[in-house]
C-alpha cells in the first residue's frame, strides 16, 4: 500500500476536506503482485524456464477538489531455453506483456485517461568464455509493440577476469520505455487536467557503463567487496507534461517530445 497525503488541510486526520480555503492532495494506491515460476532441468546442459507474473493496482488521488481513480492491471509471461555447449551458453526464448488502466473517474477537461499497451518479444543471447581471463555476452530482442510496432533492442558486454578476486565487466547497449501518464509530474498535481498521452514515439536511451568489483576474503572468512560503477546514457525522445501550456482543444496539459535528455 502506499499512502501520501499533503497540502493546506483544515486539520492533521486522514479524512481531508476540501473547501473555498483549504485544499488536499492525496495518492492512495493499493497493489496485488501474484508470481510464479518453473525451471525444468531437461539434462545437465539444458533447461526450460517459465514464469508468470501478474499485479493489480488500485489508483486512487485527488487534487482539490478534482478526484482521480481506476485499476490498472498488469501481467507478464516468458518462457526460455538455456543450453550450453563446452565454453558456450545459448539463451532464447519468448515474452508477452500487457499493460491496461481503465479510469473509474472523470476530468472535467481532460476527459477518460485510458489506455492499454501489450507487447510480444523474442530473444536472444549468447555467452562466450574466451578464456579464463575474458568472456564475451551479445543479447538482442525484437519487440512488436501494439503502439509502436516493431523495435530491435540490442546489447553487447565483455568481462575481464585478470585474478580471482577482481572483474571488470564493460557494457553498451540501447532502451525503451513505453511511457503512460503514471510519472512523478503527474503524481504531485494528482493528474489534475492531465490529458491521455498522444504521442506515438516511445522512450529511447543509449548507454555504455564499465564495472570494476574487487572482493577481499579475510583470515575471519568475511568477504569485503569493493564495486565502482561509471555510466553514460542518453535518453532521446524524452516525454514530459508541459503544465506551463494548456491544449487550446480542451485546456487540459499539453504532453511534448523534450528531445534529448
Known sequence: NLKRLGGLMSSSSDLITPDSSHYGSSIINERIDIYSGLNYPVDENNSIIVNLALSRTDRNSFNWLIPFSGIETISYADAQWAGSIENITLLAGVVAANENFRETSTDSLAGKRDFEYSQLSGFTQLEWKLSDEYTVLGFIRLDNHNKFGLITVPRATIMY???????????????????NIFDETEENIGFKYVSNMNINT??????????????????????????????????????ELDTSAVSSTNGSYIWYNAGKL
Open 202 to 239: 516511445p522512450e529511447k536511451s543509449f548507454g555504455t557503463n564499465i564495472d570494476f568489483k574487487y572482493e577481499l576474503l579475510t583470515e575471519n572468512e568475511w568477504i569485503i567487496t569493493s564495486n565502482l560503477n561509471l555510466f553514460y546514457s542518453v535518453v532521446n525522445d524524452r516525454i
Open 161 to 179: 577476469k585478470p585474478m580471482k578476486s577482481m572483474t571488470i565487466r564493460g557494457s553498451v547497449g540501447n532502451g525503451l520505455r513505453a511511457a
